[in-house]
Structure formats: structure tokens, C-alpha cells
């Protein structure tokens, strides 16, 4: 062992002035330099270039939503709670219009039990569903007594799916659809909270059922039977 | 310009942060990783910090500007991408090299929240409703044909990873600053 004092390197007493890693300029650092300039001149390239309009797809002829008319309170909006405090109220009356202009209305308590169905065209959930039970309806009868309407709903002219009519037609939707106004009030009346929302109302207009979520075949056929007026 | 160009030109960066995450981390796993880190270190924070201030820049265009409402799993990802940008901007204001270390955690969680926001986007039958503000499962942005937000955010976590950790490469062989007491044999 030698007795000469060790002195450890100092990092910056030990190279030249400058020419250290943090000081001067070397090939990488320089190379992540111009990738990243190089980089965000493509994205920028690509942004120009591409210059899509997410318009084009919104032409349609059919305007989507429309206005609407609501009688009766709200009901509370649906949190999947047990039990639901919107059971055995009465349901609100609305009247809208079909994809088509026709005026309907709906009339809890006119003597025929309901089942509404809340759909989002853009909702991947709904675009499972709909058809699942757009499929059912034209295989099936309907139980005595009951009608089936459905709700176009949060419509956004952004989002994907737009536009609802076309959806519904392409599906072959088999019962009444109705336009939901642009601040989607029928849905905010029926205490929507998440799609798809279906809601079930017996003859008597008071609310017995409301789903949030798709509704398998078997699902779908007991509620169907749970509105319904007992017969005889 | 369009929503639609915005979602493009923020698309090609998160795919260029993408590369730079990877490489970075690549990068600090290979052979020879401390001398490269050495080399790279006065641009490897503030390239993180750079990621991450665009990252919030295009969360809040998304959110603010376009209107797009954030979900829950989104909020999740912005506690991880905004907490970023005040950590790594410190770091790098103060020179602090250990500043990977407090960047490397949130940015694991944060690709770790964006890798399962995505593949909900990607899979939506794992559950059975869309929420009629915010959907988790609903993809805003559809750029490129497979980038979406979360993907994007992920991207976004993956580069501040990278390059974080080869930071903390140069941090480990870091030679002593200071020159000890000469002390007798």
C-alpha cells in the first residue's frame, strides 16, 4: 500500500473546462434534439394534412331531436338504490315526435302498461342492445296489454353512431321510437342516469320496474310479464 | 382547426413520446446505460417535463375546448399527469437529478390506469351501462384508427418513465461532488 494521500476526482477538476457531459453538446443529445423538433413538425404535418371534417358524416335530412312536452313530477334520478323511491309513482305524460314528425304521446295509466326503453346512439351498450331487442320483438308477441317505446336520447352530433334515425332504421326497429329534445328532458323526467335505461310502468301508470344496463332475452321477457295486467 | 386535426397532431406526439419511452427505457436497461444517461442528462427532465406539460395541455383542450367531459378513469390519469408537471418542473428548475424518482411513480400508475381505461374502451361488455355524462367505455377520440385519450395519456406516462429512469441512471454513478479531507495513510 502506498502512504501517498488519496485525493478523490473531483468531478470538475478532473476534465476541461466545457468539455464535460453537462456543458457541451454531444451526437445523442443532439440527435434526441432533432427528433423531437422533427417530430412535432410531422404532427403538425399530419394535423394539416388530414384536415377531416367530423362533420361530413352529420349530414342528415331528419333533424334528431325535437321539442317535447312533459306533464306530471319527475321522477327521482335512477341510482341503482334498493329500493328504488321511484317505484309506485306515477310516471310523467309526455308527448314527442317519431324520426318522421308523427306526434305521439304517452299516457301513463291510459289502461295499456309500458316499457320505455332510454337509448344513446353512441353508447356501445345501446348499440348492443337495440338490436338484441329489436330482434326479439319482431320473433315474439308482445304480452296483451303492453307497449313497447323507445327514446332517442343524448344525442350528440360528435360522437359516434350519429345519426340516431339512421341507427334505428338499420336496426329495423320494429315499435314506436320518439325524439328526445336537445336537453334531453323525456330522460331527465324519467330520471336517467346511465343507458341503457329501461322503465317499466303498469297499466295503472305507476312505475314498477327501472333497469339501468343492458336486459338479456330472459331479463327483457320477465319484465315484459311484470308489467303486464294480470289477466282475468 | 378541427377537433379532428388537434386529436391528429396530439396523436404523432404521443406515438413520438411512445418511441422515447421505450428507447429511454430501453436505454437505461442496455450495456453502457450510464454513459449514455451522462451524456443525456441536461435534455432527459426537461424532455419529461415537456411530455407531461403537453399531456395536460391536450387534457385540458379536450376537456375545456372541445367539450369533452372527463370520466372517472380520465380524473384518475390527470392526478398522475398534472401532479408531473410541478415535480418535474422543480426538478429540472433545481437541477435536482433524483427527480426521476419522484416522477417514476406517478408514472406507473398513471400507464397503469391509461392500460386499463384503454382496453374498457376497447372491450366495453365488462360492464353493462354507458354513464349519460361521462362513459368510461366511450371513446371521444378515435385518431388514426386506434388512438384514443387514454392511449394517448399512456403513451404520455410511458415517455416521462423512460426517460425518468434513464435519468436516474446517470443519478447512480454519480461521482462525489466534493473533495475529502486528505487523510494520512
Not at chain 1, 321522477?75 to 324520426?99: Q, V
Request: glycine share 10%; with cysteine; proline share 7%.
Amino acid at each position: 500500500m502506498s502512504n501517498r494521500p488519496r485525493v478523490p476526482k473531483s468531478r470538475r477538476g478532473s476534465r476541461p473546462s466545457g468539455r464535460g457531459p453537462d456543458t457541451g453538446s454531444n451526437p445523442l443529445r443532439k440527435g434526441i434534439i432533432i427528433g423531437v423538433v422533427v417530430l412535432v413538425a410531422v404532427a403538425v404535418g399530419v394535423a394539416l394534412l388530414a384536415g377531416r371534417d367530423a362533420d361530413q358524416r352529420a349530414q342528415t335530412g331528419a333533424a334528431q331531436v325535437s321539442d317535447v312536452s312533459i306533464e306530471g313530477e319527475p321522477l327521482p334520478r335512477f341510482e341503482g338504490r334498493e329500493p328504488d323511491p321511484a317505484m309506485e309513482r306515477r310516471a310523467p305524460a309526455f308527448a314527442a315526435t317519431t324520426f318522421d314528425g308523427a306526434q305521439v304521446s304517452v299516457l301513463p295509466g291510459d289502461g295499456t302498461a309500458k316499457v320505455i326503453g332510454f337509448f344513446a346512439h353512441w353508447c356501445p351498450h345501446c348499440q348492443r342492445e337495440l338490436p338484441r331487442i329489436a330482434g326479439w320483438l319482431a320473433a315474439n308477441q308482445l304480452p296483451a296489454g303492453v307497449e313497447v317505446i323507445a327514446v332517442s336520447t343524448s344525442v350528440d352530433r360528435g360522437r359516434s353512431n350519429y345519426p340516431p334515425s339512421a341507427w334505428f332504421e338499420e336496426e329495423q326497429w320494429p315499435a314506436v321510437v320518439v325524439r328526445d329534445s336537445a336537453a334531453n328532458e323525456i330522460g331527465e323526467a324519467y330520471g336517467l342516469a346511465g343507458f341503457p335505461y329501461t322503465v317499466g310502468i303498469d297499466a295503472d301508470g305507476r312505475v314498477v320496474a327501472r333497469v339501468a344496463g343492458e336486459l338479456n332475452d330472459e331479463a327483457w321477457e320477465f319484465l315484459l310479464d311484470f308489467v303486464a295486467p294480470a289477466s282475468g | 382547426m378541427s377537433t379532428g386535426q388537434v386529436s391528429d397532431f396530439f396523436a404523432v406526439l404521443a406515438l413520438g413520446s411512445l418511441v422515447i419511452g421505450c428507447w429511454g427505457a430501453v436505454a437505461a436497461l442496455a450495456s453502457g446505460a450510464e454513459a449514455r444517461a451522462r451524456q443525456l442528462r441536461p435534455v432527459l427532465l426537461p424532455l419529461a417535463l415537456a411530455i407531461a406539460a403537453v399531456s395536460t395541455a391536450g387534457s385540458l383542450y379536450y376537456s375545456e375546448a372541445a367539450g369533452y367531459p372527463p370520466c372517472e378513469m380520465c380524473w384518475y390519469q390527470r392526478i398522475g399527469m398534472y401532479a408531473l408537471v410541478p415535480v418535474l418542473a422543480v426538478a429540472v428548475a433545481r437541477r435536482d437529478r433524483s427527480g426521476g424518482w419522484y416522477a417514476l411513480p406517478l408514472a406507473v400508475a398513471g400507464l397503469g390506469l391509461s392500460v386499463y381505461h384503454y382496453q374498457l374502451q376497447l372491450f366495453p361488455a365488462q360492464g353493462s351501462t354507458c354513464d349519460a355524462e361521462a362513459p368510461c367505455t366511450y371513446q371521444w377520440v378515435d385518431s388514426l384508427g386506434f388512438v384514443s385519450i387514454p392511449f394517448m395519456a399512456g403513451c404520455g406516462f410511458i415517455g416521462v418513465a423512460g426517460l425518468a429512469l434513464l435519468s436516474l441512471r446517470s443519478e447512480r454513478h454519480e461521482a462525489p461532488t466534493t473533495v475529502a479531507a486528505v487523510e494520512p495513510a
